[in-house]
């Protein structure tokens, strides 16, 4: 695997290092998932990013046509089902992560989700 430098301020390497330890992964599994969130979920509309993918033989994720695909998917209660496919609704706060939502989040953020 290839590693990026990626600078970042000091601030926001203080944010950046307590999220990551409150979720258990490094800055850096963080910033590849972000960015391989943001690829896969583009592919869905842009051409480049969809033929760069299928270059490289990979296949978008099955989560990247989803409103909700991103980073809602850490705190989703059905994020093992919808990584692999099983589970095609909208998202839902897993019971065990809902005392970070603040207190006016009552459903998804998201645009189209109903849940």
């Given at each position: ?81 919808c ?31 109903t849940?």
């Amino acid at each position: 695997m290839q590693r990026i430098d990626v600078p970042v301020d000091e601030k926001f390497a203080a944010v950046l290092k307590e999220y990551c330890a409150y979720w258990g992964m490094t800055m850096g599994e963080l910033m590849y998932e972000a960015a391989k969130q943001h690829v896969h979920a583009s592919s869905e509309v842009c051409a480049l990013a969809d033929g760069l993918l299928r270059k490289q033989g990979m296949i978008p994720d099955k989560r990247s046509a989803k409103h909700c695909y991103g980073w809602l998917c850490r705190c989703c209660k059905h994020q093992l089902a919808c990584r692999t496919g099983l589970y095609k609704s909208e998202w839902e706060i897993a019971e065990k992560h809902e005392h970070l939502l603040k207190q006016h989040v009552k459903r998804c953020p998201c645009d189209s989700c109903t849940s």
